[in-house]
């Protein structure tokens, strides 16, 4: 069975002269295969030396807690065991990508941390803190307090494409024995079977446990790629590592620090692969493009004259294979950027230009805690959009009143209620918003029992409930 596994890879960047911000005029290369021993026996170690102190291993702790099952006397006396804490530790690696001590490394190698330790090379150890994360794409931020000192730093992205066959260099701290280097070549472009948002480097380059959120690079010295998952049924190398591209790395850094959060720009169009039965029905020669399926009122496609059914086909004038390639091609955008779009329609291919943005906050959340006498008191609700959904995880185009949290011990946790229940109706009344639902709550008599229906995990049902003071 096929096993992804996303490990805190620690890998290493490799560069030559790219150090720092200073630009450098674009290099002329040509590829060649060494054609004398010599050359074959040629060394990295330039590379190394100059681009492995702008590589750090990251050490995160998280205390996890666990209670402890009660035994039959805990239960006769009504008596609850304290609950144990752990420290979970694990390892990965950083890039830094500013003098001021910006680092760059996967989201899940920083994910539910407590504590995050940043080491250099060199040995010294700063306190890191986190300037922002996004599990989509797999990327986090993050800044150490350098006091005034400039940090060697590695120059994201490259003069040249990256081509299938190039050399690149990883460094990292698989298993935690130290910064390690390991060298292989690209073995794949655009990779879109990791994750949702993907277009993936595929190396051959080793890299282990302890690798992920380390480097990929070029011999020049440049950054072409943040290691992000290996391809493994034993969990050690074997030959097939994916790394994200430097072109979404370079955003998700920019965003963080100009914004705060990494945003992924969006057309407001929910998207499927063309598989090669689609593409017959539709006319294309191939299996290619992301058929939309749905699209949001007055979202960026629609203004843009999109349709359902329309099949896209390029983005800015790259080539889109899949829905996963679309994703990740807006996610290189900037928001508010006009990009044109190729589109196919009733067999013929047509183009326009599309405003990507951010999903917005609407309508506005109106975040609301219930209290009164009536079955919802404890519960927080807010009003689903977009934004929300981005930021909790949820559908983005998922619409209508949410129950964000649940008191412990409140009428609304006693009558079952969860985090993540849509309120659809309440006693025959279609619910639109926090702020009618609430109303509507105040204006209901006490004594009644109230006909809820909730939607749950796309499942709809009706919660017969009343309301019960909390216990004491």
Not at 22 to 28: C, I, L
Not at 78 to 96: C, K, T
Not at 447 to 467: A, C, E, F, M
């Amino acid at each position: 069975m096929k096993n992804w596994l996303p490990y805190l890879l620690g890998t290493a960047l490799l560069g030559g002269p790219a150090l720092g911000h200073a630009q450098q005029a674009p290099v002329d290369i040509t590829r060649v295969v060494p054609n004398s021993q010599a050359q074959v026996q040629l060394s990295y170690s330039p590379v190394v030396k100059q681009t492995a102190p702008a590589v750090v291993n990251i050490f995160t702790s998280r205390t996890v807690r666990t209670r402890s099952r009660s035994s039959f006397f805990d239960e006769m006396f009504g008596m609850q065991r304290a609950p144990r804490e752990r420290v979970e530790s694990s390892l990965g690696s950083g890039v830094i990508v500013r003098g001021n001590g910006v680092i760059v490394t996967n989201a899940h190698v920083v994910k539910g941390a407590d504590e995050l330790k940043v080491v250099l090379n060199d040995r010294r150890e700063f306190e890191a803190e986190v300037v922002a994360q996004d599990e989509e794409t797999d990327l986090a931020v993050l800044r150490i307090d350098t006091k005034g000192e400039i940090m060697p730093t590695l120059r994201v992205g490259a003069d040249s494409a990256p081509e299938i066959g190039d050399i690149v260099l990883a460094i990292g701290n698989p298993f935690g024995v130290g910064q390690t280097v390991t060298s292989g070549i690209i073995s794949a472009l655009g990779r879109t079977n990791v994750s949702d948002i993907s277009s993936a480097i595929q190396t051959d380059a080793a890299v282990n446990p302890g690798n992920s959120g380390g480097a990929l690079v070029n011999l020049q010295g440049e950054l072409i790629g943040v290691n992000t998952a290996i391809f493994s049924r034993s969990g050690g190398s074997n030959g097939i590592g994916f790394a994200i591209p430097s072109i979404l790395v370079e955003r998700a850094i920019d965003s963080a620090l100009s914004e705060g959060r990494i945003v992924r720009p969006w057309i407001g169009a929910r998207t499927n692969s063309i598989d090669t039965t689609m593409a017959a029905a539709l006319g294309l020669d191939r299996a290619k493009g992301a058929v939309i399926n749905e699209l949001l009122e007055d979202g960026p496609a629609d203004k843009a004259g999109l349709e359902k059914g329309d099949v896209i086909l390029s983005v800015g004038g790259v080539e889109i294979n899949d829905d996963s390639g679309l994703r990740f091609k807006l996610a290189t955008l900037k928001p508010r950027q006009n990009t044109e779009v190729e589109y196919v329609r009733d067999g013929r291919t047509r183009s326009t230009r599309v405003r990507v943005d951010t999903p917005q906050e609407s309508p506005l959340r109106d975040e609301r805690d219930l209290e009164g006498v009536h079955p919802f008191n404890g519960a927080v609700i807010v009003n689903m959009s977009p934004a929300l959904g981005e930021e909790l995880g949820f559908d983005p185009y998922l619409e209508g009143v949410m129950v964000l949290k649940v008191v412990r011990g409140s009428a609304a946790n006693y009558n079952r209620l969860r985090p993540g229940d849509f309120i659809l109706d309440v006693n025959d009344t279609p619910i639109r918003s926090t702020r009618q639902l609430e109303s509507l709550l105040l204006s209901e008599p006490v004594d009644v029992v109230w006909d809820v229906q909730v939607d749950r995990d796309g499942r709809i049902g009706s919660l017969p409930i009343r309301y019960l003071p909390p216990q004491n």
